[in-house]
């Protein structure tokens, strides 16, 4: 039986922490990114990843080095 248009939700919700890695992608020369998700109010801050990592790296060189 061909789907319907009525099988499409208007809204996903995918459990991430059940998620596995593509396994078509292991052993590619691709970048490995991390996805983190933010809670509402610190995502209002830092709006792109980029100011994201900027605050992350200025917060790593001012930790106390071992």
Known sequence: MPPSEDD???EYRFDY???KPNRFAVGHDVE???VVVLD???AQ???TPEAVNKALRAFIEAMPQP
């Open 32 to 34: 490995k990114l991390k």
């Open 17 to 19: 922490q059940k998620a």
């Open 45 to 47: 801050v830092f709006t």
């Open 8 to 10: 499409l939700q208007p």
């Open 40 to 42: 509402d109010d610190v």
